[in-house]
């Protein structure tokens, strides 16, 4: 005796559930309407967090290795390198904005877009290098001692 059809009569629950053993052949309804452009606006704003995250770390390291100066033994170098990092930093914000002022609507437009892009790309490269130097060479700040 099959009771499934008896209990969907009385459930009014059960009787807007499909049968367990048939097969849907087009996809769930959330991946119908998955919206890419939210989705790449949302990665956009994510990036541009982060990337605003590692400016303040990098001016945070940047004042840390001026107040310890040239005590430092690669003071010279970690400096360097930390005003480097910022400077591609701003290049890089300042091609994004390029970026998202262009249009695609010609070839000659989307071949400058991917080269922009690729720039970028590098930049952000760079950036990503200086920064495991500058954490390899360690700015860490300690408190001047009072003397008494």
Same mark, same amino acid.
């Given at each position: 005796?099959?009771?499934?059809?008896?209990?969907?009569?009385?459930?009014?629950? +059960?009787?807007a559930l499909a049968p367990l053993n048939t097969v849907s052949s087009s996809p769930p309804e959330?991946a119908r309407r998955f919206n890419y452009s939210?989705?790449?606006?949302?990665?956009? +704003?994510?990036?541009?967090?982060?990337?605003?995250?590692?400016?303040?770390?990098?001016?945070?390291?940047?004042?840390?290795? +001026?107040?310890?100066?040239?005590?430092?033994?690669?003071?010279?170098?970690?400096?360097?390198?930390?005003?480097?990092?910022?400077?591609?930093?701003?290049?890089?914000?300042?091609?994004?904005?390029?970026?998202?002022?262009?249009?695609?609507?010609?070839?000659?437009?989307?071949?400058?877009?991917?080269?922009?892009?690729?720039?970028?790309?590098?930049?952000?490269?760079?950036?990503?290098?200086?920064?495991?130097?500058?954490?390899?060479?360690?700015?860490?700040?300690?408190?001047?001692?009072?003397?008494?």
């Open positions: 005796m099959n009771i499934s059809p008896f209990i969907a009569e009385n459930n009014p629950t +059960m009787s959330a939210r989705y790449a606006t949302k990665k956009t +704003m994510a990036q541009g967090l982060l990337d605003v995250a590692l400016l303040m770390s990098n001016a945070s390291q940047l004042k840390a290795i +001026m107040d310890i100066g040239s005590r430092h033994n690669y003071y010279n170098v970690v400096f360097g390198i930390i005003i480097c990092s910022i400077i591609l930093q701003l290049i890089t914000a300042i091609l994004l904005l390029v970026l998202g002022t262009l249009k695609d609507e010609t070839d000659s437009q989307q071949k400058t877009m991917n080269i922009v892009n690729n720039v970028i790309t590098v930049l952000i490269l760079l950036i990503t290098v200086a920064n495991v130097f500058i954490t390899a060479f360690g700015v860490q700040y300690k408190k001047p001692e009072k003397l008494i």
